[in-house]
């Protein structure tokens, strides 16, 4: 059944790509829907009877390749098939027929969620960059496609922090290899040890500095606002919402996997990721309320959301935290991809992109702007949403171990947040000026925004259940 | 001089990286031992081409999709094209161009076949392929592609979709790649003649279809 999460888009894609430019787009729908499906099984069967384990080739580790799919990795999946779907009828009705991104806009969309799938699944080092590849080089066509100059600009910043970041965690995957003769996640994770050699500590710290860079963690984050900012709308809320989250979620894998033996004996250092997530945090958010441009804000809200995930790591020893993790992914993902989608339907609305022409939207478009709205309670952390729920249980871990440094950041974050989200409501209520031309816009456009905004907050009631499906191993 | 620090950092992490693995003791697990155990049941003699094809096929199944990406990519920015004005190319060099291209092509082959048994196989023949278009190109015999037809755009991504359909065919009778071994040997043959066309073609294409603007180059 996994399997098939990661060939029907590759089968999609290709599909698209035969069919012509600007083709694809039901061949697409219906692969989305069939992988969603497919998503909610994978989950429904790991909670039921654990971790699937699927051999490659019949061989298995460590001459073959093994697909694994746990808790982690199936709700990782999960967060990423209910986005897309939304995310692709929104698209449709977005993009003008003649529009020149929407071109191969299918096929890089197919290959870009194939890249994603494969990437949750694999349990091999080295299969995993190749799986880096294939979702950094289809981001990197989905910023680019059919932009002017400034947009290729901003592509061409983004491909080189990707191709440093997965160049970094290569040469990190052929250490390894050099020093234990396997690539399998499985088969080093007994081997690694804290006594390992030095190679193997070095090999460790590239691969995680080369993912950092590629989850935009601060100071790393110079690629990502001009690259989600300057993106076509649907194209800033897949980044956002999913893309990032992909090396993030690689970090952890491999901090609680094969590296937990190095990370165990190395001190302070766990305390460097926490330490960039609150900088991440404080400077994000910073940017964010001083933004003159509607999504060059959301955007750098996305580089402060990053921060919190990397809260979690000195508090990965008590139960939970991987908990608080994946729930603050999920709540960030939905708001964040609702937000951009809410974001580009306002600018197709009033022709411009400034926070400060968004006066009288209110009136105008309310269930856009309640969209944005819902979407912004998730970020600032109020209940009963699942950004709260991520936020409490962050703190509330914290408070248990004495790191009140932690809670205290989660908590100005939140009102950090707050500033930037209303700052964009205000602006929206006020009266329009008399000038001010409003273009009707698709009712789908609306709709879908809406959609993922409210399953953000109400995934907050239903929380038990996603971390219930994390915590299977 | 912020170049000399970047030279001298980059000088101190070489020196680290090779002071470390000077003192690695030997890799416990020798993986090439299970290669040559299993290399009778893989379908091929050559123990490069059944890591690729067959042991960990699936890694080569998506760096297929990379390549085919790549190239969608390049579509998909839309590299407004000009006009070509350059000199013409000159008849000595057509002729041989002429010569060359179909041993270049009956090269593509062996090496294809060869792959079974020796170094070799469709990425090495792909790229022999491919350096025939770009000669032929060069040599004003064929011109610079526009955006693909249909035609085109099946022989590209033909050999991508072949692969998939063996390895999606053989998940129904047990895992994804699983061929029997006593089929292993056609069914990796004929996805690797498939690569061959595909991947010559997405490699010419990265140049094809850049070289459409390429105006000012004598």
């Known amino acids: ?473 | 001089m912020k170049r000399l620090l970047v030279v001298l950092g980059a000088a101190c992490f070489v020196v680290l990286l090779i002071g470390a693995m000077l003192d690695l003791a030997p890799a416990s697990i020798a993986l090439h031992a299970a290669v040559s155990a299993n290399l009778p049941s893989s379908g091929v003699e050559h123990p490069v081409t059944a890591v690729l094809l067959n042991f960990r096929g699936y890694d080569t199944l998506l760096e297929i999709a990379v390549l085919l990406l790549a190239l969608i990519v390049i579509l998909a920015i839309g590299i407004d094209s000009t006009t070509d004005v350059r000199p013409a190319a000159s008849p000595v060099l057509q002729a041989l161009a002429r010569l060359a291209a179909p041993l270049m092509i009956v090269v593509a082959v062996y090496l294809l076949w060869v792959g079974a048994f020796r170094p070799g196989g469709a990425f090495q023949a792909g790229a022999v392929l491919a350096a025939a278009a770009v000669l032929l190109h060069l040599a004003e015999l064929l011109p610079g592609w526009q955006s693909p037809g249909l035609r085109l755009r099946l022989g590209l991504a033909g050999g991508f979709l072949i692969f998939l359909a063996v390895a999606a065919g053989l998940l129904f009778q047990g895992a994804l790649l699983e061929y029997p071994p006593e089929q292993a040997g056609w069914m990796i043959l004929l996805i690797e003649s498939g690569l061959t066309v595909s991947l010559g073609l997405i490699l010419a294409g990265l140049f094809l279809l850049l070289s459409r603007d390429d105006g000012d180059r004598s």
Not at chain 1, 193 to 212: S, Y
Not at chain 1, 249 to 272: E, H, K, M, N, Q
């Open chain 1, 1 to 473: 059944m996994m399997v098939w999460l990661i060939l029907l888009p590759l089968l999609w894609a290709s599909f698209a790509f035969l069919l012509g430019p600007g083709r694809g787009t039901w061949l697409a729908m219906a692969g989305l829907f069939a992988q969603l499906w497919l998503a909610f099984a994978l989950a429904s069967e790991i909670v039921a009877g654990g971790a699937v384990i699927h051999a490659i080739g019949g061989w298995g580790a460590p001459l073959g390749i093994d697909l694994v799919a746990d808790g982690l990795s199936a709700a990782m999946l999960l967060l990423t098939q209910c986005i897309a779907l939304p995310l692709a009828v929104y698209a449709h009705a977005y993009f003008k027929r003649d529009d020149p991104a929407v071109t191969y806009f299918w096929p890089l969309v197919g290959f870009l969620l194939a890249g994603l799938n494969a990437l949750f699944l694999s349990a091999d080092l080295f299969n995993i960059y190749v799986t880096l590849e294939l979702l950094g080089l289809a981001a990197v066509g989905l910023v680019a496609a059919g932009g002017g100059a400034q947009q290729i600009a901003a592509a061409l910043r983004y491909l080189f922090a990707t191709l440093v970041g997965s160049g970094a965690y290569l040469l990190g995957v052929a250490l390894i290899y050099g020093a234990y003769g396997t690539v399998s996640i499985h088969t080093l994770t007994p081997l690694i040890t804290a006594e390992a050699p030095d190679l193997v500590w070095i090999a460790g710290g590239l691969m995680m500095v080369g993912l950092m860079l590629k989850t935009a963690l601060f100071p790393f984050h110079f690629w990502l606002p001009p690259a989600h900012g300057g993106a076509p709308a649907p194209v800033s809320a897949l980044l956002s919402a999913v893309v990032v989250k992909a090396s993030f979620y690689l970090i952890l894998r491999l901090w609680i996997g094969p590296f937990s033996s190095l990370t165990d004996a190395a001190g302070l250092v766990v305390w460097l990721p926490a330490l960039l997530g609150a900088l991440a945090i404080f400077w994000g958010s910073y940017q964010a309320i001083r933004a003159e441009r509607l999504k060059m804000l959301i955007a750098y809200s996305t580089v402060a959301q990053l921060g919190y995930l990397f809260l979690i790591f000195p508090l990965l020893a008590s139960a939970g935290a991987l908990q608080a993790g994946i729930m603050q992914a999920f709540a960030h993902g939905l708001a964040k991809a609702a937000m951009f989608m809410a974001a580009g339907t306002l600018i197709k609305a009033t022709g411009q992109d400034l926070v400060a022409g968004l006066a009288g939207v209110a009136e105008r478009m309310p269930v856009t702007l309640f969209a944005f709205g819902l979407a912004g309670i998730t970020l600032m952390g109020l209940p009963p949403s699942s950004g709260f729920l991520a936020k409490w249980q962050l703190i509330e871990l914290a408070l248990s171990q004495q790191y009140w440094v932690i809670a205290f950041v989660v908590l100005v974050g939140g009102l950090l947040a707050a500033v930037y989200v209303f700052r964009v409501l205000r602006q929206a209520f006020l009266l329009a000026p008399a000038n001010s031309v409003v273009t009707p816009v698709p009712r789908t456009l609306e709709w879908t925004a809406f959609v993922l905004a409210a399953a953000s907050v109400l995934l907050g009631l239903r929380g038990v259940e996603l971390m219930q499906l994390v915590g299977v191993t």
